[in-house]
């Protein structure tokens, strides 16, 4: 599968955000790396459907997506089981959700509400629901945020192993998460 995006532009009140965006994602990593402010996140939302660009075309993006936002979008009174759980329905197996937090440091998480976690607690646990969704692609938004260099090394080998064949946008500002998965990078400037 392949998401292309061709000559793709976005403003909001007159002010371009995107300009002239065009790419290739198939199969693997791809990361998106821009200065704050240069409409990163604004192309995930473009690719997601929650966002419409003002011109430009995107073939691919009509399919199943997974994905990590800014904002780790958790059920705070669930715990890590609840919250996959809850999001995953019928799709929602116990032993397979049980090894993915395992692989992410969240094994030990017991019952805790999500309430409680720690920044990069959160930020593991929106990875494994993302991660474990019935997906074609996966549209990451700073995944590794917040966490210390184990736990995002860590993560990032796990999304290696889990990402299968489908393509991954990543947005991130680290050159290290685009050089530990290999990622084909893509600068919107």
């Given at each position: 599968?392949?998401?292309q995006?061709?000559?793709?532009?976005?403003?909001y009140?007159?002010?371009?955000?995107?300009?002239?965006v065009?790419?290739?994602?198939?199969?693997?990593?791809?990361?998106?790396?821009?200065?704050?402010?240069?409409?990163?996140t604004?192309?995930?939302?473009?690719?997601?459907?929650?966002?419409?660009?003002?011109?430009?075309?995107?073939?691919?993006?009509?399919?199943?997506?997974?994905a990590?936002?800014?904002?780790?979008?958790?059920l705070?009174?669930?715990?890590?089981?609840?919250?996959?759980?809850?999001?995953?329905?019928?799709?929602?197996?116990?032993?397979r959700?049980?090894?993915?937090?395992?692989?992410?440091?969240?094994?030990?998480?017991?019952?805790?509400?999500?309430?409680?976690?720690?920044?990069?607690?959160?930020?593991?646990?929106?990875?494994?629901r993302?991660l474990?969704?019935e997906?074609?692609?996966?549209?990451?938004?700073?995944?590794f945020?917040?966490?210390d260099?184990?736990?995002r090394?860590?993560?990032?080998?796990?999304?290696?192993?889990?990402?299968?064949?489908?393509?991954?946008?990543l947005?991130?500002?680290?050159?290290?998460?685009?050089?530990?998965?290999?990622?084909?990078?893509?600068?919107?400037?």
């Amino acid at each position: 599968m392949e998401i292309q995006v061709n000559h793709l532009y976005k403003s909001y009140g007159g002010v371009p955000v995107l300009r002239d965006v065009t790419f290739t994602a198939g199969p693997g990593v791809t990361c998106v790396m821009a200065p704050s402010g240069a409409g990163k996140t604004t192309l995930l939302h473009i690719l997601l459907g929650m966002e419409s660009g003002d011109s430009g075309t995107i073939t691919g993006r009509e399919c199943r997506w997974a994905a990590v936002f800014q904002e780790d979008r958790l059920l705070e009174h669930l715990d890590a089981a609840g919250n996959l759980r809850f999001v995953l329905g019928r799709e929602y197996d116990a032993a397979r959700a049980a090894a993915l937090l395992t692989e992410l440091g969240l094994g030990d998480a017991g019952g805790k509400p999500a309430r409680e976690y720690s920044g990069g607690m959160r930020r593991r646990l929106a990875l494994a629901r993302a991660l474990l969704a019935e997906s074609d692609a996966l549209a990451l938004d700073e995944p590794f945020a917040g966490l210390d260099g184990e736990s995002r090394q860590k993560a990032r080998d796990c999304l290696r192993r889990h990402a299968g064949e489908r393509p991954v946008l990543l947005v991130t500002h680290d050159g290290e998460d685009a050089a530990g998965l290999e990622a084909k990078i893509v600068c919107l400037v």
